[in-house]
């Protein structure tokens, strides 16, 4: 018997649907760490009793298969067709309940709020931690037909897989076997140009609003499907091909995280 359930966990881990695996939020939560102001870190020790980012990143993934946060199972995704209009889905979607877009913004609404309770802000917390890593994984903006790429088959170094299941894990683990720490490191390390200039990508990625951040991952899908036909066996030359997006996606996806937790902060103590 407990070879069948531990079986059955193992699968149904396999064909998780609801985010970048936890590597990419650990990545995520660490990069936005390290932007943050001394006001955002204090709301961040004060909410989560002295835990980080990093702590909670994942948090969300578990706890939308409960009762309690059923509602919440919608909210890692929004998956628009590619006979659709992207804006006008996402112009509906920003006020439509049940898309990651409006659930980013709710979250930071509830943190801004004056009228909600501490448990409250604590649960935006958590989730905003996590929402705005999975609106970076191209593939939770993919197509509605396939379920993000759950329904594209491929093979993933020999083994079967789908395209969802591979941006949310596999690729993040072969591009670099990195901890999370390293991976924020090296990821957000500043460029210096020829001339000295020391370039800090964080001014350049901390802009934009979750609608933007779900078309530009929406045109990275498109562009995967385009380029990985079903069934492709994928590998080394894949990985080489792919690796610098998902670098840059969660780079900008941590440095986004601050930025709206900056923005938090600054109306809250103005
Ligand atoms: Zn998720
Ligand atoms: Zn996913």
């Given at each position: 018997m407990r070879t069948i359930i531990a079986c059955i966990l193992a699968l149904t881990a396999c064909h998780?649907?609801?985010?970048?695996g936890q590597k990419g939020h650990d990545i995520t939560a660490a990069v936005a760490t390290l932007h943050l102001t001394r006001e955002s870190r204090e709301m961040v020790r004060n909410l989560f009793e002295g835990k980080s980012l990093v702590y909670w990143a994942n948090w969300l993934d578990n706890a939308s298969h409960s009762p309690h946060y059923e509602?919440?199972?919608?909210?890692?995704y929004v998956n628009i067709d590619a006979e659709e209009c992207v804006d006008s889905v996402l112009s509906v979607a920003v006020s439509d309940s049940t898309h990651i877009v409006w659930a980013i913004g709710r979250q930071v609404e509830v943190l801004r709020?004056?009228?909600?309770?501490r448990t409250e802000r604590q649960i935006a917390l958590r989730m905003l931690v996590h929402l705005v890593g999975d609106i970076h994984q191209p593939l939770h903006v993919g197509h509605r037909s396939d379920r993000g790429g759950n329904d594209w088959p491929v093979e993933f170094f020999g083994v079967a897989s789908n395209l969802h299941e591979v941006w949310d894990t596999g690729l993040v683990e072969r591009a670099h076997a990195w901890s999370y720490t390293e991976w924020a490191k090296e990821i957000d390390s500043p460029i210096i140009e020829e001339d000295g200039y020391r370039l800090d990508l964080y001014r350049v990625y901390a802009k934009g609003s979750p609608a933007d951040w779900a078309r530009e991952s929406h045109l990275i899908a498109c562009d995967i499907y385009a380029t990985t036909p079903q069934l492709s066996p994928l590998s080394y030359d894949w990985v080489a091909r792919w690796s610098p997006t998902v670098e840059q996606q969660l780079h900008k996806a941590g440095c986004r995280l601050a930025m709206l937790l900056n923005e938090i902060t600054m109306v809250v103590t103005e």
């Open positions: 998780d649907l609801y985010g970048w509602h919440t199972l919608s909210w890692h709020s004056e009228t909600a309770s």
